[in-house]
């Protein structure tokens, strides 16, 4: 019985700190979405209106089609990205002091806003920017490429920018602690580097991909800054689509979004979560 009010007491504070900072503030936006308002007020009530507006809307389906591309697409460069470097870090590295140095260089972009980072793109990549410059004076194109700029690419470009560090880190942190002696076993064996890489590798890192696929989702499903900036306003996304609902004063339409986003949300992580027990694998 003693141990027993002994851990809930040693959980006490972290039970509080979750209720005050996670269950209180959910709870208000899901009781907020079900509030009224009209140009100029909230109205407390309990109506459906909201969710109704939202989720037979056409542009509300078109919006969250287009967010969810642009995590999926985000996602796979990513993972391409952070694996490659992962495993370069972690295997073709033999030093853990250079390891610690290549490993603080990834972070660098990291120590800038990403505002900052993302507005660095806009003077490369635009009509008449470095990148189209320097393909004219090449003469690999005959005019400046248009789409590079404010469009669904810049977007991707700047997500992948952004975020492809969040699946670094995990995928890099569960590689490290791979027995070298299965991978040395698997060679020894006869498999291939193709075959020791999927067989091995790839298994034992599996919840560092977990991991960093969880955080590019959800980030890349919440973001509204990089679409309104990196599309020139002829992207939307679900993030975009909250702000221009507050900044019409339209809160409970906009929590109402907040908590569809979250059922989605959640449902996504659920289903990576079914493909790899991260509890079990850690």
């Known amino acids: 019985?003693?141990?027993?009010?002994t851990g809930l007491l040693l959980a006490s504070p972290l039970a509080l700190i979750l209720a005050l900072f996670l269950i209180v503030p959910i709870g208000t936006i899901i009781v907020v979405s079900f509030f009224d308002y009209d140009s100029v007020r909230i109205i407390p009530d309990f109506i459906w209106t909201n969710y109704d507006e939202l989720l037979f809307s056409p542009i509300t389906w078109k919006t969250y089609l287009q967010t969810v591309q642009?995590?999926?697409?985000?996602?796979?460069?990513?993972?391409?990205?952070?694996?490659?470097?992962?495993?370069?870090?972690?295997?073709?590295?033999?030093?853990?002091?250079?390891?610690?140095?290549?490993?603080?260089?990834?972070?660098?972009?990291?120590?800038?806003?990403?505002?900052?980072?993302m507005i660095s793109w806009i003077p490369f990549l635009g009509r008449n920017g470095l990148l189209n410059q320097a393909l004219l004076g090449i003469g690999a194109i005959d005019q400046p490429l248009e789409?590079?700029?404010?469009?669904?690419?810049?977007?991707?470009?700047?997500?992948?920018?952004?975020?492809?560090?969040?699946?670094?880190?995990?995928?890099?942190?569960?590689?490290?602690?791979?027995?070298?002696?299965?991978?040395?076993?698997?060679?020894?064996?006869?498999?291939s580097e193709w075959q020791?890489?999927?067989?091995?590798i790839i298994p034992l890192a599996r919840p560092g991909i977990a991991i960093g696929s969880i955080l590019v989702v959800a980030v890349v499903m919440g973001d509204f800054v990089t679409v309104r900036l990196m599309s020139g306003g002829q992207s939307a996304s679900v993030g975009?689509?909250?702000?221009?609902?507050?900044?019409?004063?339209?809160?409970?339409?906009?929590?109402?979004?907040?908590?569809?986003?979250?059922?989605?949300?959640?449902?996504?992580i659920a289903a990576m979560l079914r493909v790899v027990d991260i509890r079990k694998e850690l």
Request: proline letters at 3%; hydrophobic letters at 65%; one cysteine or more.
């Open 70 to 117: 642009f995590a999926a697409i985000t996602w796979a460069i990513c993972l391409f990205i952070g694996f490659t470097v992962a495993y370069f870090l972690a295997f073709h590295v033999a030093s853990p002091m250079m390891q610690t140095v290549l490993f603080l260089v990834c972070t660098i972009p990291f120590w800038t806003s990403n505002v900052i980072r």
């Open 1 to 5: 019985m003693t141990s027993r009010w």
């Open 147 to 191: 789409f590079l700029l404010f469009s669904n690419f810049a977007v991707v470009l700047a997500y992948v920018h952004l975020y492809a560090l969040f699946m670094v880190v995990p995928i890099f942190n569960s590689m490290v602690r791979i027995d070298r002696s299965l991978v040395e076993a698997a060679r020894d064996a006869g498999a």
């Open 240 to 268: 975009l689509m909250m702000v221009n609902a507050m900044s019409l004063l339209q809160y409970p339409a906009a929590a109402a979004n907040a908590v569809v986003l979250l059922i989605v949300v959640l449902l996504m």
């Open 196 to 200: 020791v890489l999927r067989s091995v």
